[in-house]
């Protein structure tokens, strides 16, 4: 029960990031106006999403909620926590690049930017960061992402709209449990799969010898 809570809180946190992120969005476009990005800047931006995402991560894990979780088990399933949510982030990313290509052929200009170099690289970065605060704490101490971690704590404390994002903690975190469930299970059957065709492979070779020895 403590870990759900502690994913709950984790999909709370994430969800609120992205509200604010998303407003800081809406003032650099009206900033650039319809100025279209190019991938440079595209993945610049990104990776600053990124990076702070993963810095006020670990402000949550050394300032934790109460767990009962040891601060080691809360960085592994932070850790976790954060590289299915970039998965996600990427596989959706892709599909809409892939969709647009297939359905809007004509307009170019629609087309999200999408380089599978550039995207692994940047969420490469992030867990990097992640997993380098762990070693150097004191540089996630930093003006920004304190403003981040206070910000989405004083919105979470709010009446409504941390009802709204408690909602979607709760829903964020049924999806990090069936992730891992059909992850596990693919490992599963990937393992299944694999000792089949050893078994096989030595039956073949069983037959084969048999064979021999009658000849």
């Given amino acids: ?12 946190l994430f969800a609120i990031y992205g509200f ?13 106006g319809a100025r279209k990005r190019g991938i440079g800047e595209v993945y610049i931006i990104k990776a600053v999403k990124y990076i702070f995402l993963a810095n006020v991560t670990f402000l949550f ?5 109460s767990s009962k979780m040891t601060l080691v088990n809360q960085g592994i399933i932070a ?3 954060l ?21 809007i052929n004509g307009f170019p200009s629609l087309s999200p930017v999408f380089d599978l ?8 970065i992030s867990l990097s960061v992640f997993i380098a605060f762990w070693l150097y704490p004191t540089y996630a101490i930093n003006p920004l992402a304190n403003w981040f971690h206070l910000s989405i704590i004083d919105i979470s404390d709010t009446p409504i709209f941390g009802f709204i994002f408690k ?10 449990i069936f992730k891992v469930a059909n992850a596990f299970g693919f490992l599963v059957s990937k393992f299944d ?4 065709v050893q078994s096989d492979y030595q039956s073949n070779d069983d037959e084969f010898d048999d064979y021999e020895e009658i000849t």
Avoid at 1 to 12: A, K, W
């Fill in 1 to 12: 029960m403590d870990l759900l809570n502690y994913i709950f809180h984790l999909g709370v």
């Fill in 20 to 32: 604010i992120w998303g407003i800081i969005e809406i003032a650099l476009r009206m900033l650039s």
């Fill in 61 to 65: 894990c050394v300032n934790p909620i």
């Fill in 79 to 81: 850790g976790v926590v």
């Fill in 83 to 103: 590289l299915t949510y970039f998965i996600g982030k990427f596989q959706k990313k892709k599909n809409q690049s892939r969709i647009f290509k297939m359905g």
């Fill in 117 to 124: 170099k550039a995207e692994i690289i940047v969420i490469g």
């Fill in 167 to 176: 909602v979607i903690g709760f829903f964020f975190m049924l999806s990090m």
């Fill in 193 to 196: 799969r694999t000792n089949n």
